[in-house]
C-alpha cells in the first residue's frame, strides 16, 4: 500500500506502489493473480503455458483479477484461449502457493510486536549454538568481547525496548571521490623509474595493473605499468604510447622489470592477475609472487554481484573511478589507450593502481576473519587462476577433422 516500499538489497531498488505498477503493470494487490498466470520459477510454480507478462496484464486490465478472469474464461479465443482453459483447475491452487500467509498462529512464542526489539545477547546459549554447529570465527568474537562489552550492548538494547519509537540507523557515509588523497606521478625518465623500481623490491606487497591494446590477452601489446605501494599513491610507466610524448622504451622498462617480476619473494596484488600476468607473458617473463587478486577476493566474499573494480569501488569506498569511456571515448570514435594523452592516461592508470591496493586493504580483513572463506581463497581459487592461465596459455591439442565431424552432428 502507499506506507509500505519495497527495498532490493541486491540492487538497491526501491518499489513504492507507483514503481510496482511502473516495472510490472499491475498494482500490489494484483502481483499473486499477475504471477498465477505468468508462473513464478523462484517458487516453482507453473503458470499458463505461453501466457507472458503482457497477457497477463492484459487479462487483469479487462477483467479485474484472476476470479473474473477463470469466470470469463470461455470468452477469451485462439491457443492462449485455449491454454487458459486447460489451466483453471491449477489456478486456484498456484494463487494459494504464491500467496503469503497472514493467520499464523505465533502465540506463545510472540505475544506482541513490542517484543520483537532486539534483546542482550546470552554469551552461554550463543556459545552453545556456535559450538554446537562449528561457527569458529564467531566463537573467536565471543571471546573477544569483554563483560563490559556485553554489559554496553544490553544497556543499549534494553533503551530501545519499544518497536514503535526505534528508528533505523544511518548508514555510514562514503568517501566522495574529491575526498582521497591522490599523489599520482608519470615516469618518463630513467632515473625517476629506477627509483620507483627500489620501492617496489623493498615493498611487503605491490600492486601492479597494466594497460594494453586489446582486452585479449594473448594478443595484447604493452601500452604501460602502474604501480603502487601506499594507498593514495601511484606511478603510470607509459612504454609505448603513439602520442610523440617522451616516454621510456618497453624493452629496456621489461629488462629492468624482469628480475622483481619473476621473484617470487616479491609479493604481488592486482585487480584480475592472470590478465596482467598473460601480457607479461606475451614479453617471455613468467611472474611470479602473485599474492593477491582483488577480483578473486570480492568473488569468494559476495560471489553474486559484479567483481569489477569499478563496481567494487563504489560499493566498498564509495568511490566513483574513471571510467574508461571517459578516457577512450565510445563506440566508432573509441581510441586505443595507446592514443590516450599521458596526462590523461596517467589520472586513469594510476587510479586503478591506487584504488586496487585500497580495495585489498578493506576486502582482506574481512577474509581474515572467516577462516573458511580464506581457505577457499588461498587454496582453491588462487592456485586455480594460476593454473587456468597456464592453461590458456598452452591452449589445447585437437583434432580438426573429428571437430568438424562432431560439429556437423551437433
Not at 247 to 259: C, G
Not at 292 to 309: A, G, Q, R
Amino acid at each position: 500500500n502507499d506506507k509500505v516500499t519495497l527495498v532490493n538489497t541486491m540492487t538497491n531498488e526501491k518499489l513504492d506502489r507507483q514503481g510496482v505498477v511502473a516495472k510490472f503493470g499491475v498494482p500490489p494487490e494484483r502481483i499473486v493473480d499477475y504471477l498465477a498466470i505468468i508462473g513464478d520459477s523462484v517458487d516453482n510454480v507453473p503458470g499458463v503455458h505461453k501466457a507472458g507478462p503482457k497477457t497477463a496484464n492484459k487479462w487483469l486490465a479487462e477483467y479485474g483479477d484472476l476470479d473474473q478472469l477463470i469466470a470469463h474464461a470461455s470468452e477469451i479465443k485462439g491457443v492462449v484461449g485455449d491454454n487458459l482453459r486447460a489451466s483453471l483447475d491449477w489456478l486456484p491452487k498456484a494463487r494459494e502457493l504464491l500467496t503469503v500467509k497472514l493467520d499464523c498462529d505465533l502465540n506463545p512464542h510472540i505475544s506482541s510486536l513490542h517484543d520483537l526489539h532486539a534483546k542482550p545477547e546470552d554469551p552461554s546459549q550463543l556459545r552453545a549454538l556456535f559450538e554446537r554447529y562449528a561457527f569458529k570465527s564467531w566463537l573467536k568474537e565471543l571471546d573477544a568481547k569483554s563483560p563490559s562489552t556485553l554489559t554496553s550492548q544490553s544497556a543499549t538494547n534494553h533503551s530501545d525496548s519499544s518497536l514503535q519509537k526505534s528508528q533505523p540507523q544511518p548508514l555510514p557515509q562514503l568517501q566522495s571521490q574529491g575526498e582521497i588523497d591522490r599523489d599520482y606521478v608519470c615516469v618518463t625518465t630513467r632515473e625517476a623509474f629506477l627509483e620507483w623500481l627500489e620501492q617496489i623490491k623493498h615493498a611487503k606487497l605491490t600492486c601492479i595493473d597494466t594497460e594494453t591494446t586489446s582486452l585479449d590477452a594473448l594478443q595484447a601489446e604493452l601500452v604501460g605499468i602502474s604501480l603502487s605501494v601506499e594507498e593514495g599513491k601511484a606511478c603510470y610507466i607509459p612504454v609505448a604510447h603513439r602520442t610523440g610524448e617522451e616516454q621510456l622504451e618497453r624493452d629496456w622498462v621489461l629488462a629492468q622489470m624482469k628480475p622483481w617480476l619473476e621473484d617470487p619473494l616479491a609479493k604481488k596484488l592486482g585487480q584480475n592477475l592472470k590478465y596482467d600476468m598473460h601480457v607479461f607473458g606475451n614479453y617471455q617473463i613468467q611472474v611470479q609472487g602473485v599474492e593477491h587478486d582483488t577480483l578473486l577476493e570480492s568473488y569468494v566474499l559476495e560471489s553474486h554481484l559484479s567483481h569489477s573494480m569499478d563496481n567494487l569501488a563504489q560499493r566498498h569506498l564509495g568511490i566513483k573511478t574513471i571510467q574508461y569511456e571517459e578516457v577512450c571515448g565510445k563506440g566508432v570514435h573509441q581510441i586505443g589507450f595507446d592514443q590516450v594523452d599521458l596526462k590523461t592516461a596517467t589520472e586513469y592508470a594510476a587510479e586503478d593502481a591506487d584504488i586496487t591496493l585500497r580495495l585489498h586493504h578493506h576486502l582482506w580483513p574481512q577474509l581474515e576473519r572467516m577462516p573458511s572463506l580464506r581457505y577457499v581463497y588461498e587454496q582453491i581459487e588462487m592456485p586455480a587462476m594460476r593454473v587456468l592461465g597456464i592453461m590458456e596459455s598452452n591452449g589445447i591439442t585437437i583434432d580438426r577433422e573429428k571437430l568438424a565431424i562432431q560439429g556437423q552432428e551437433v
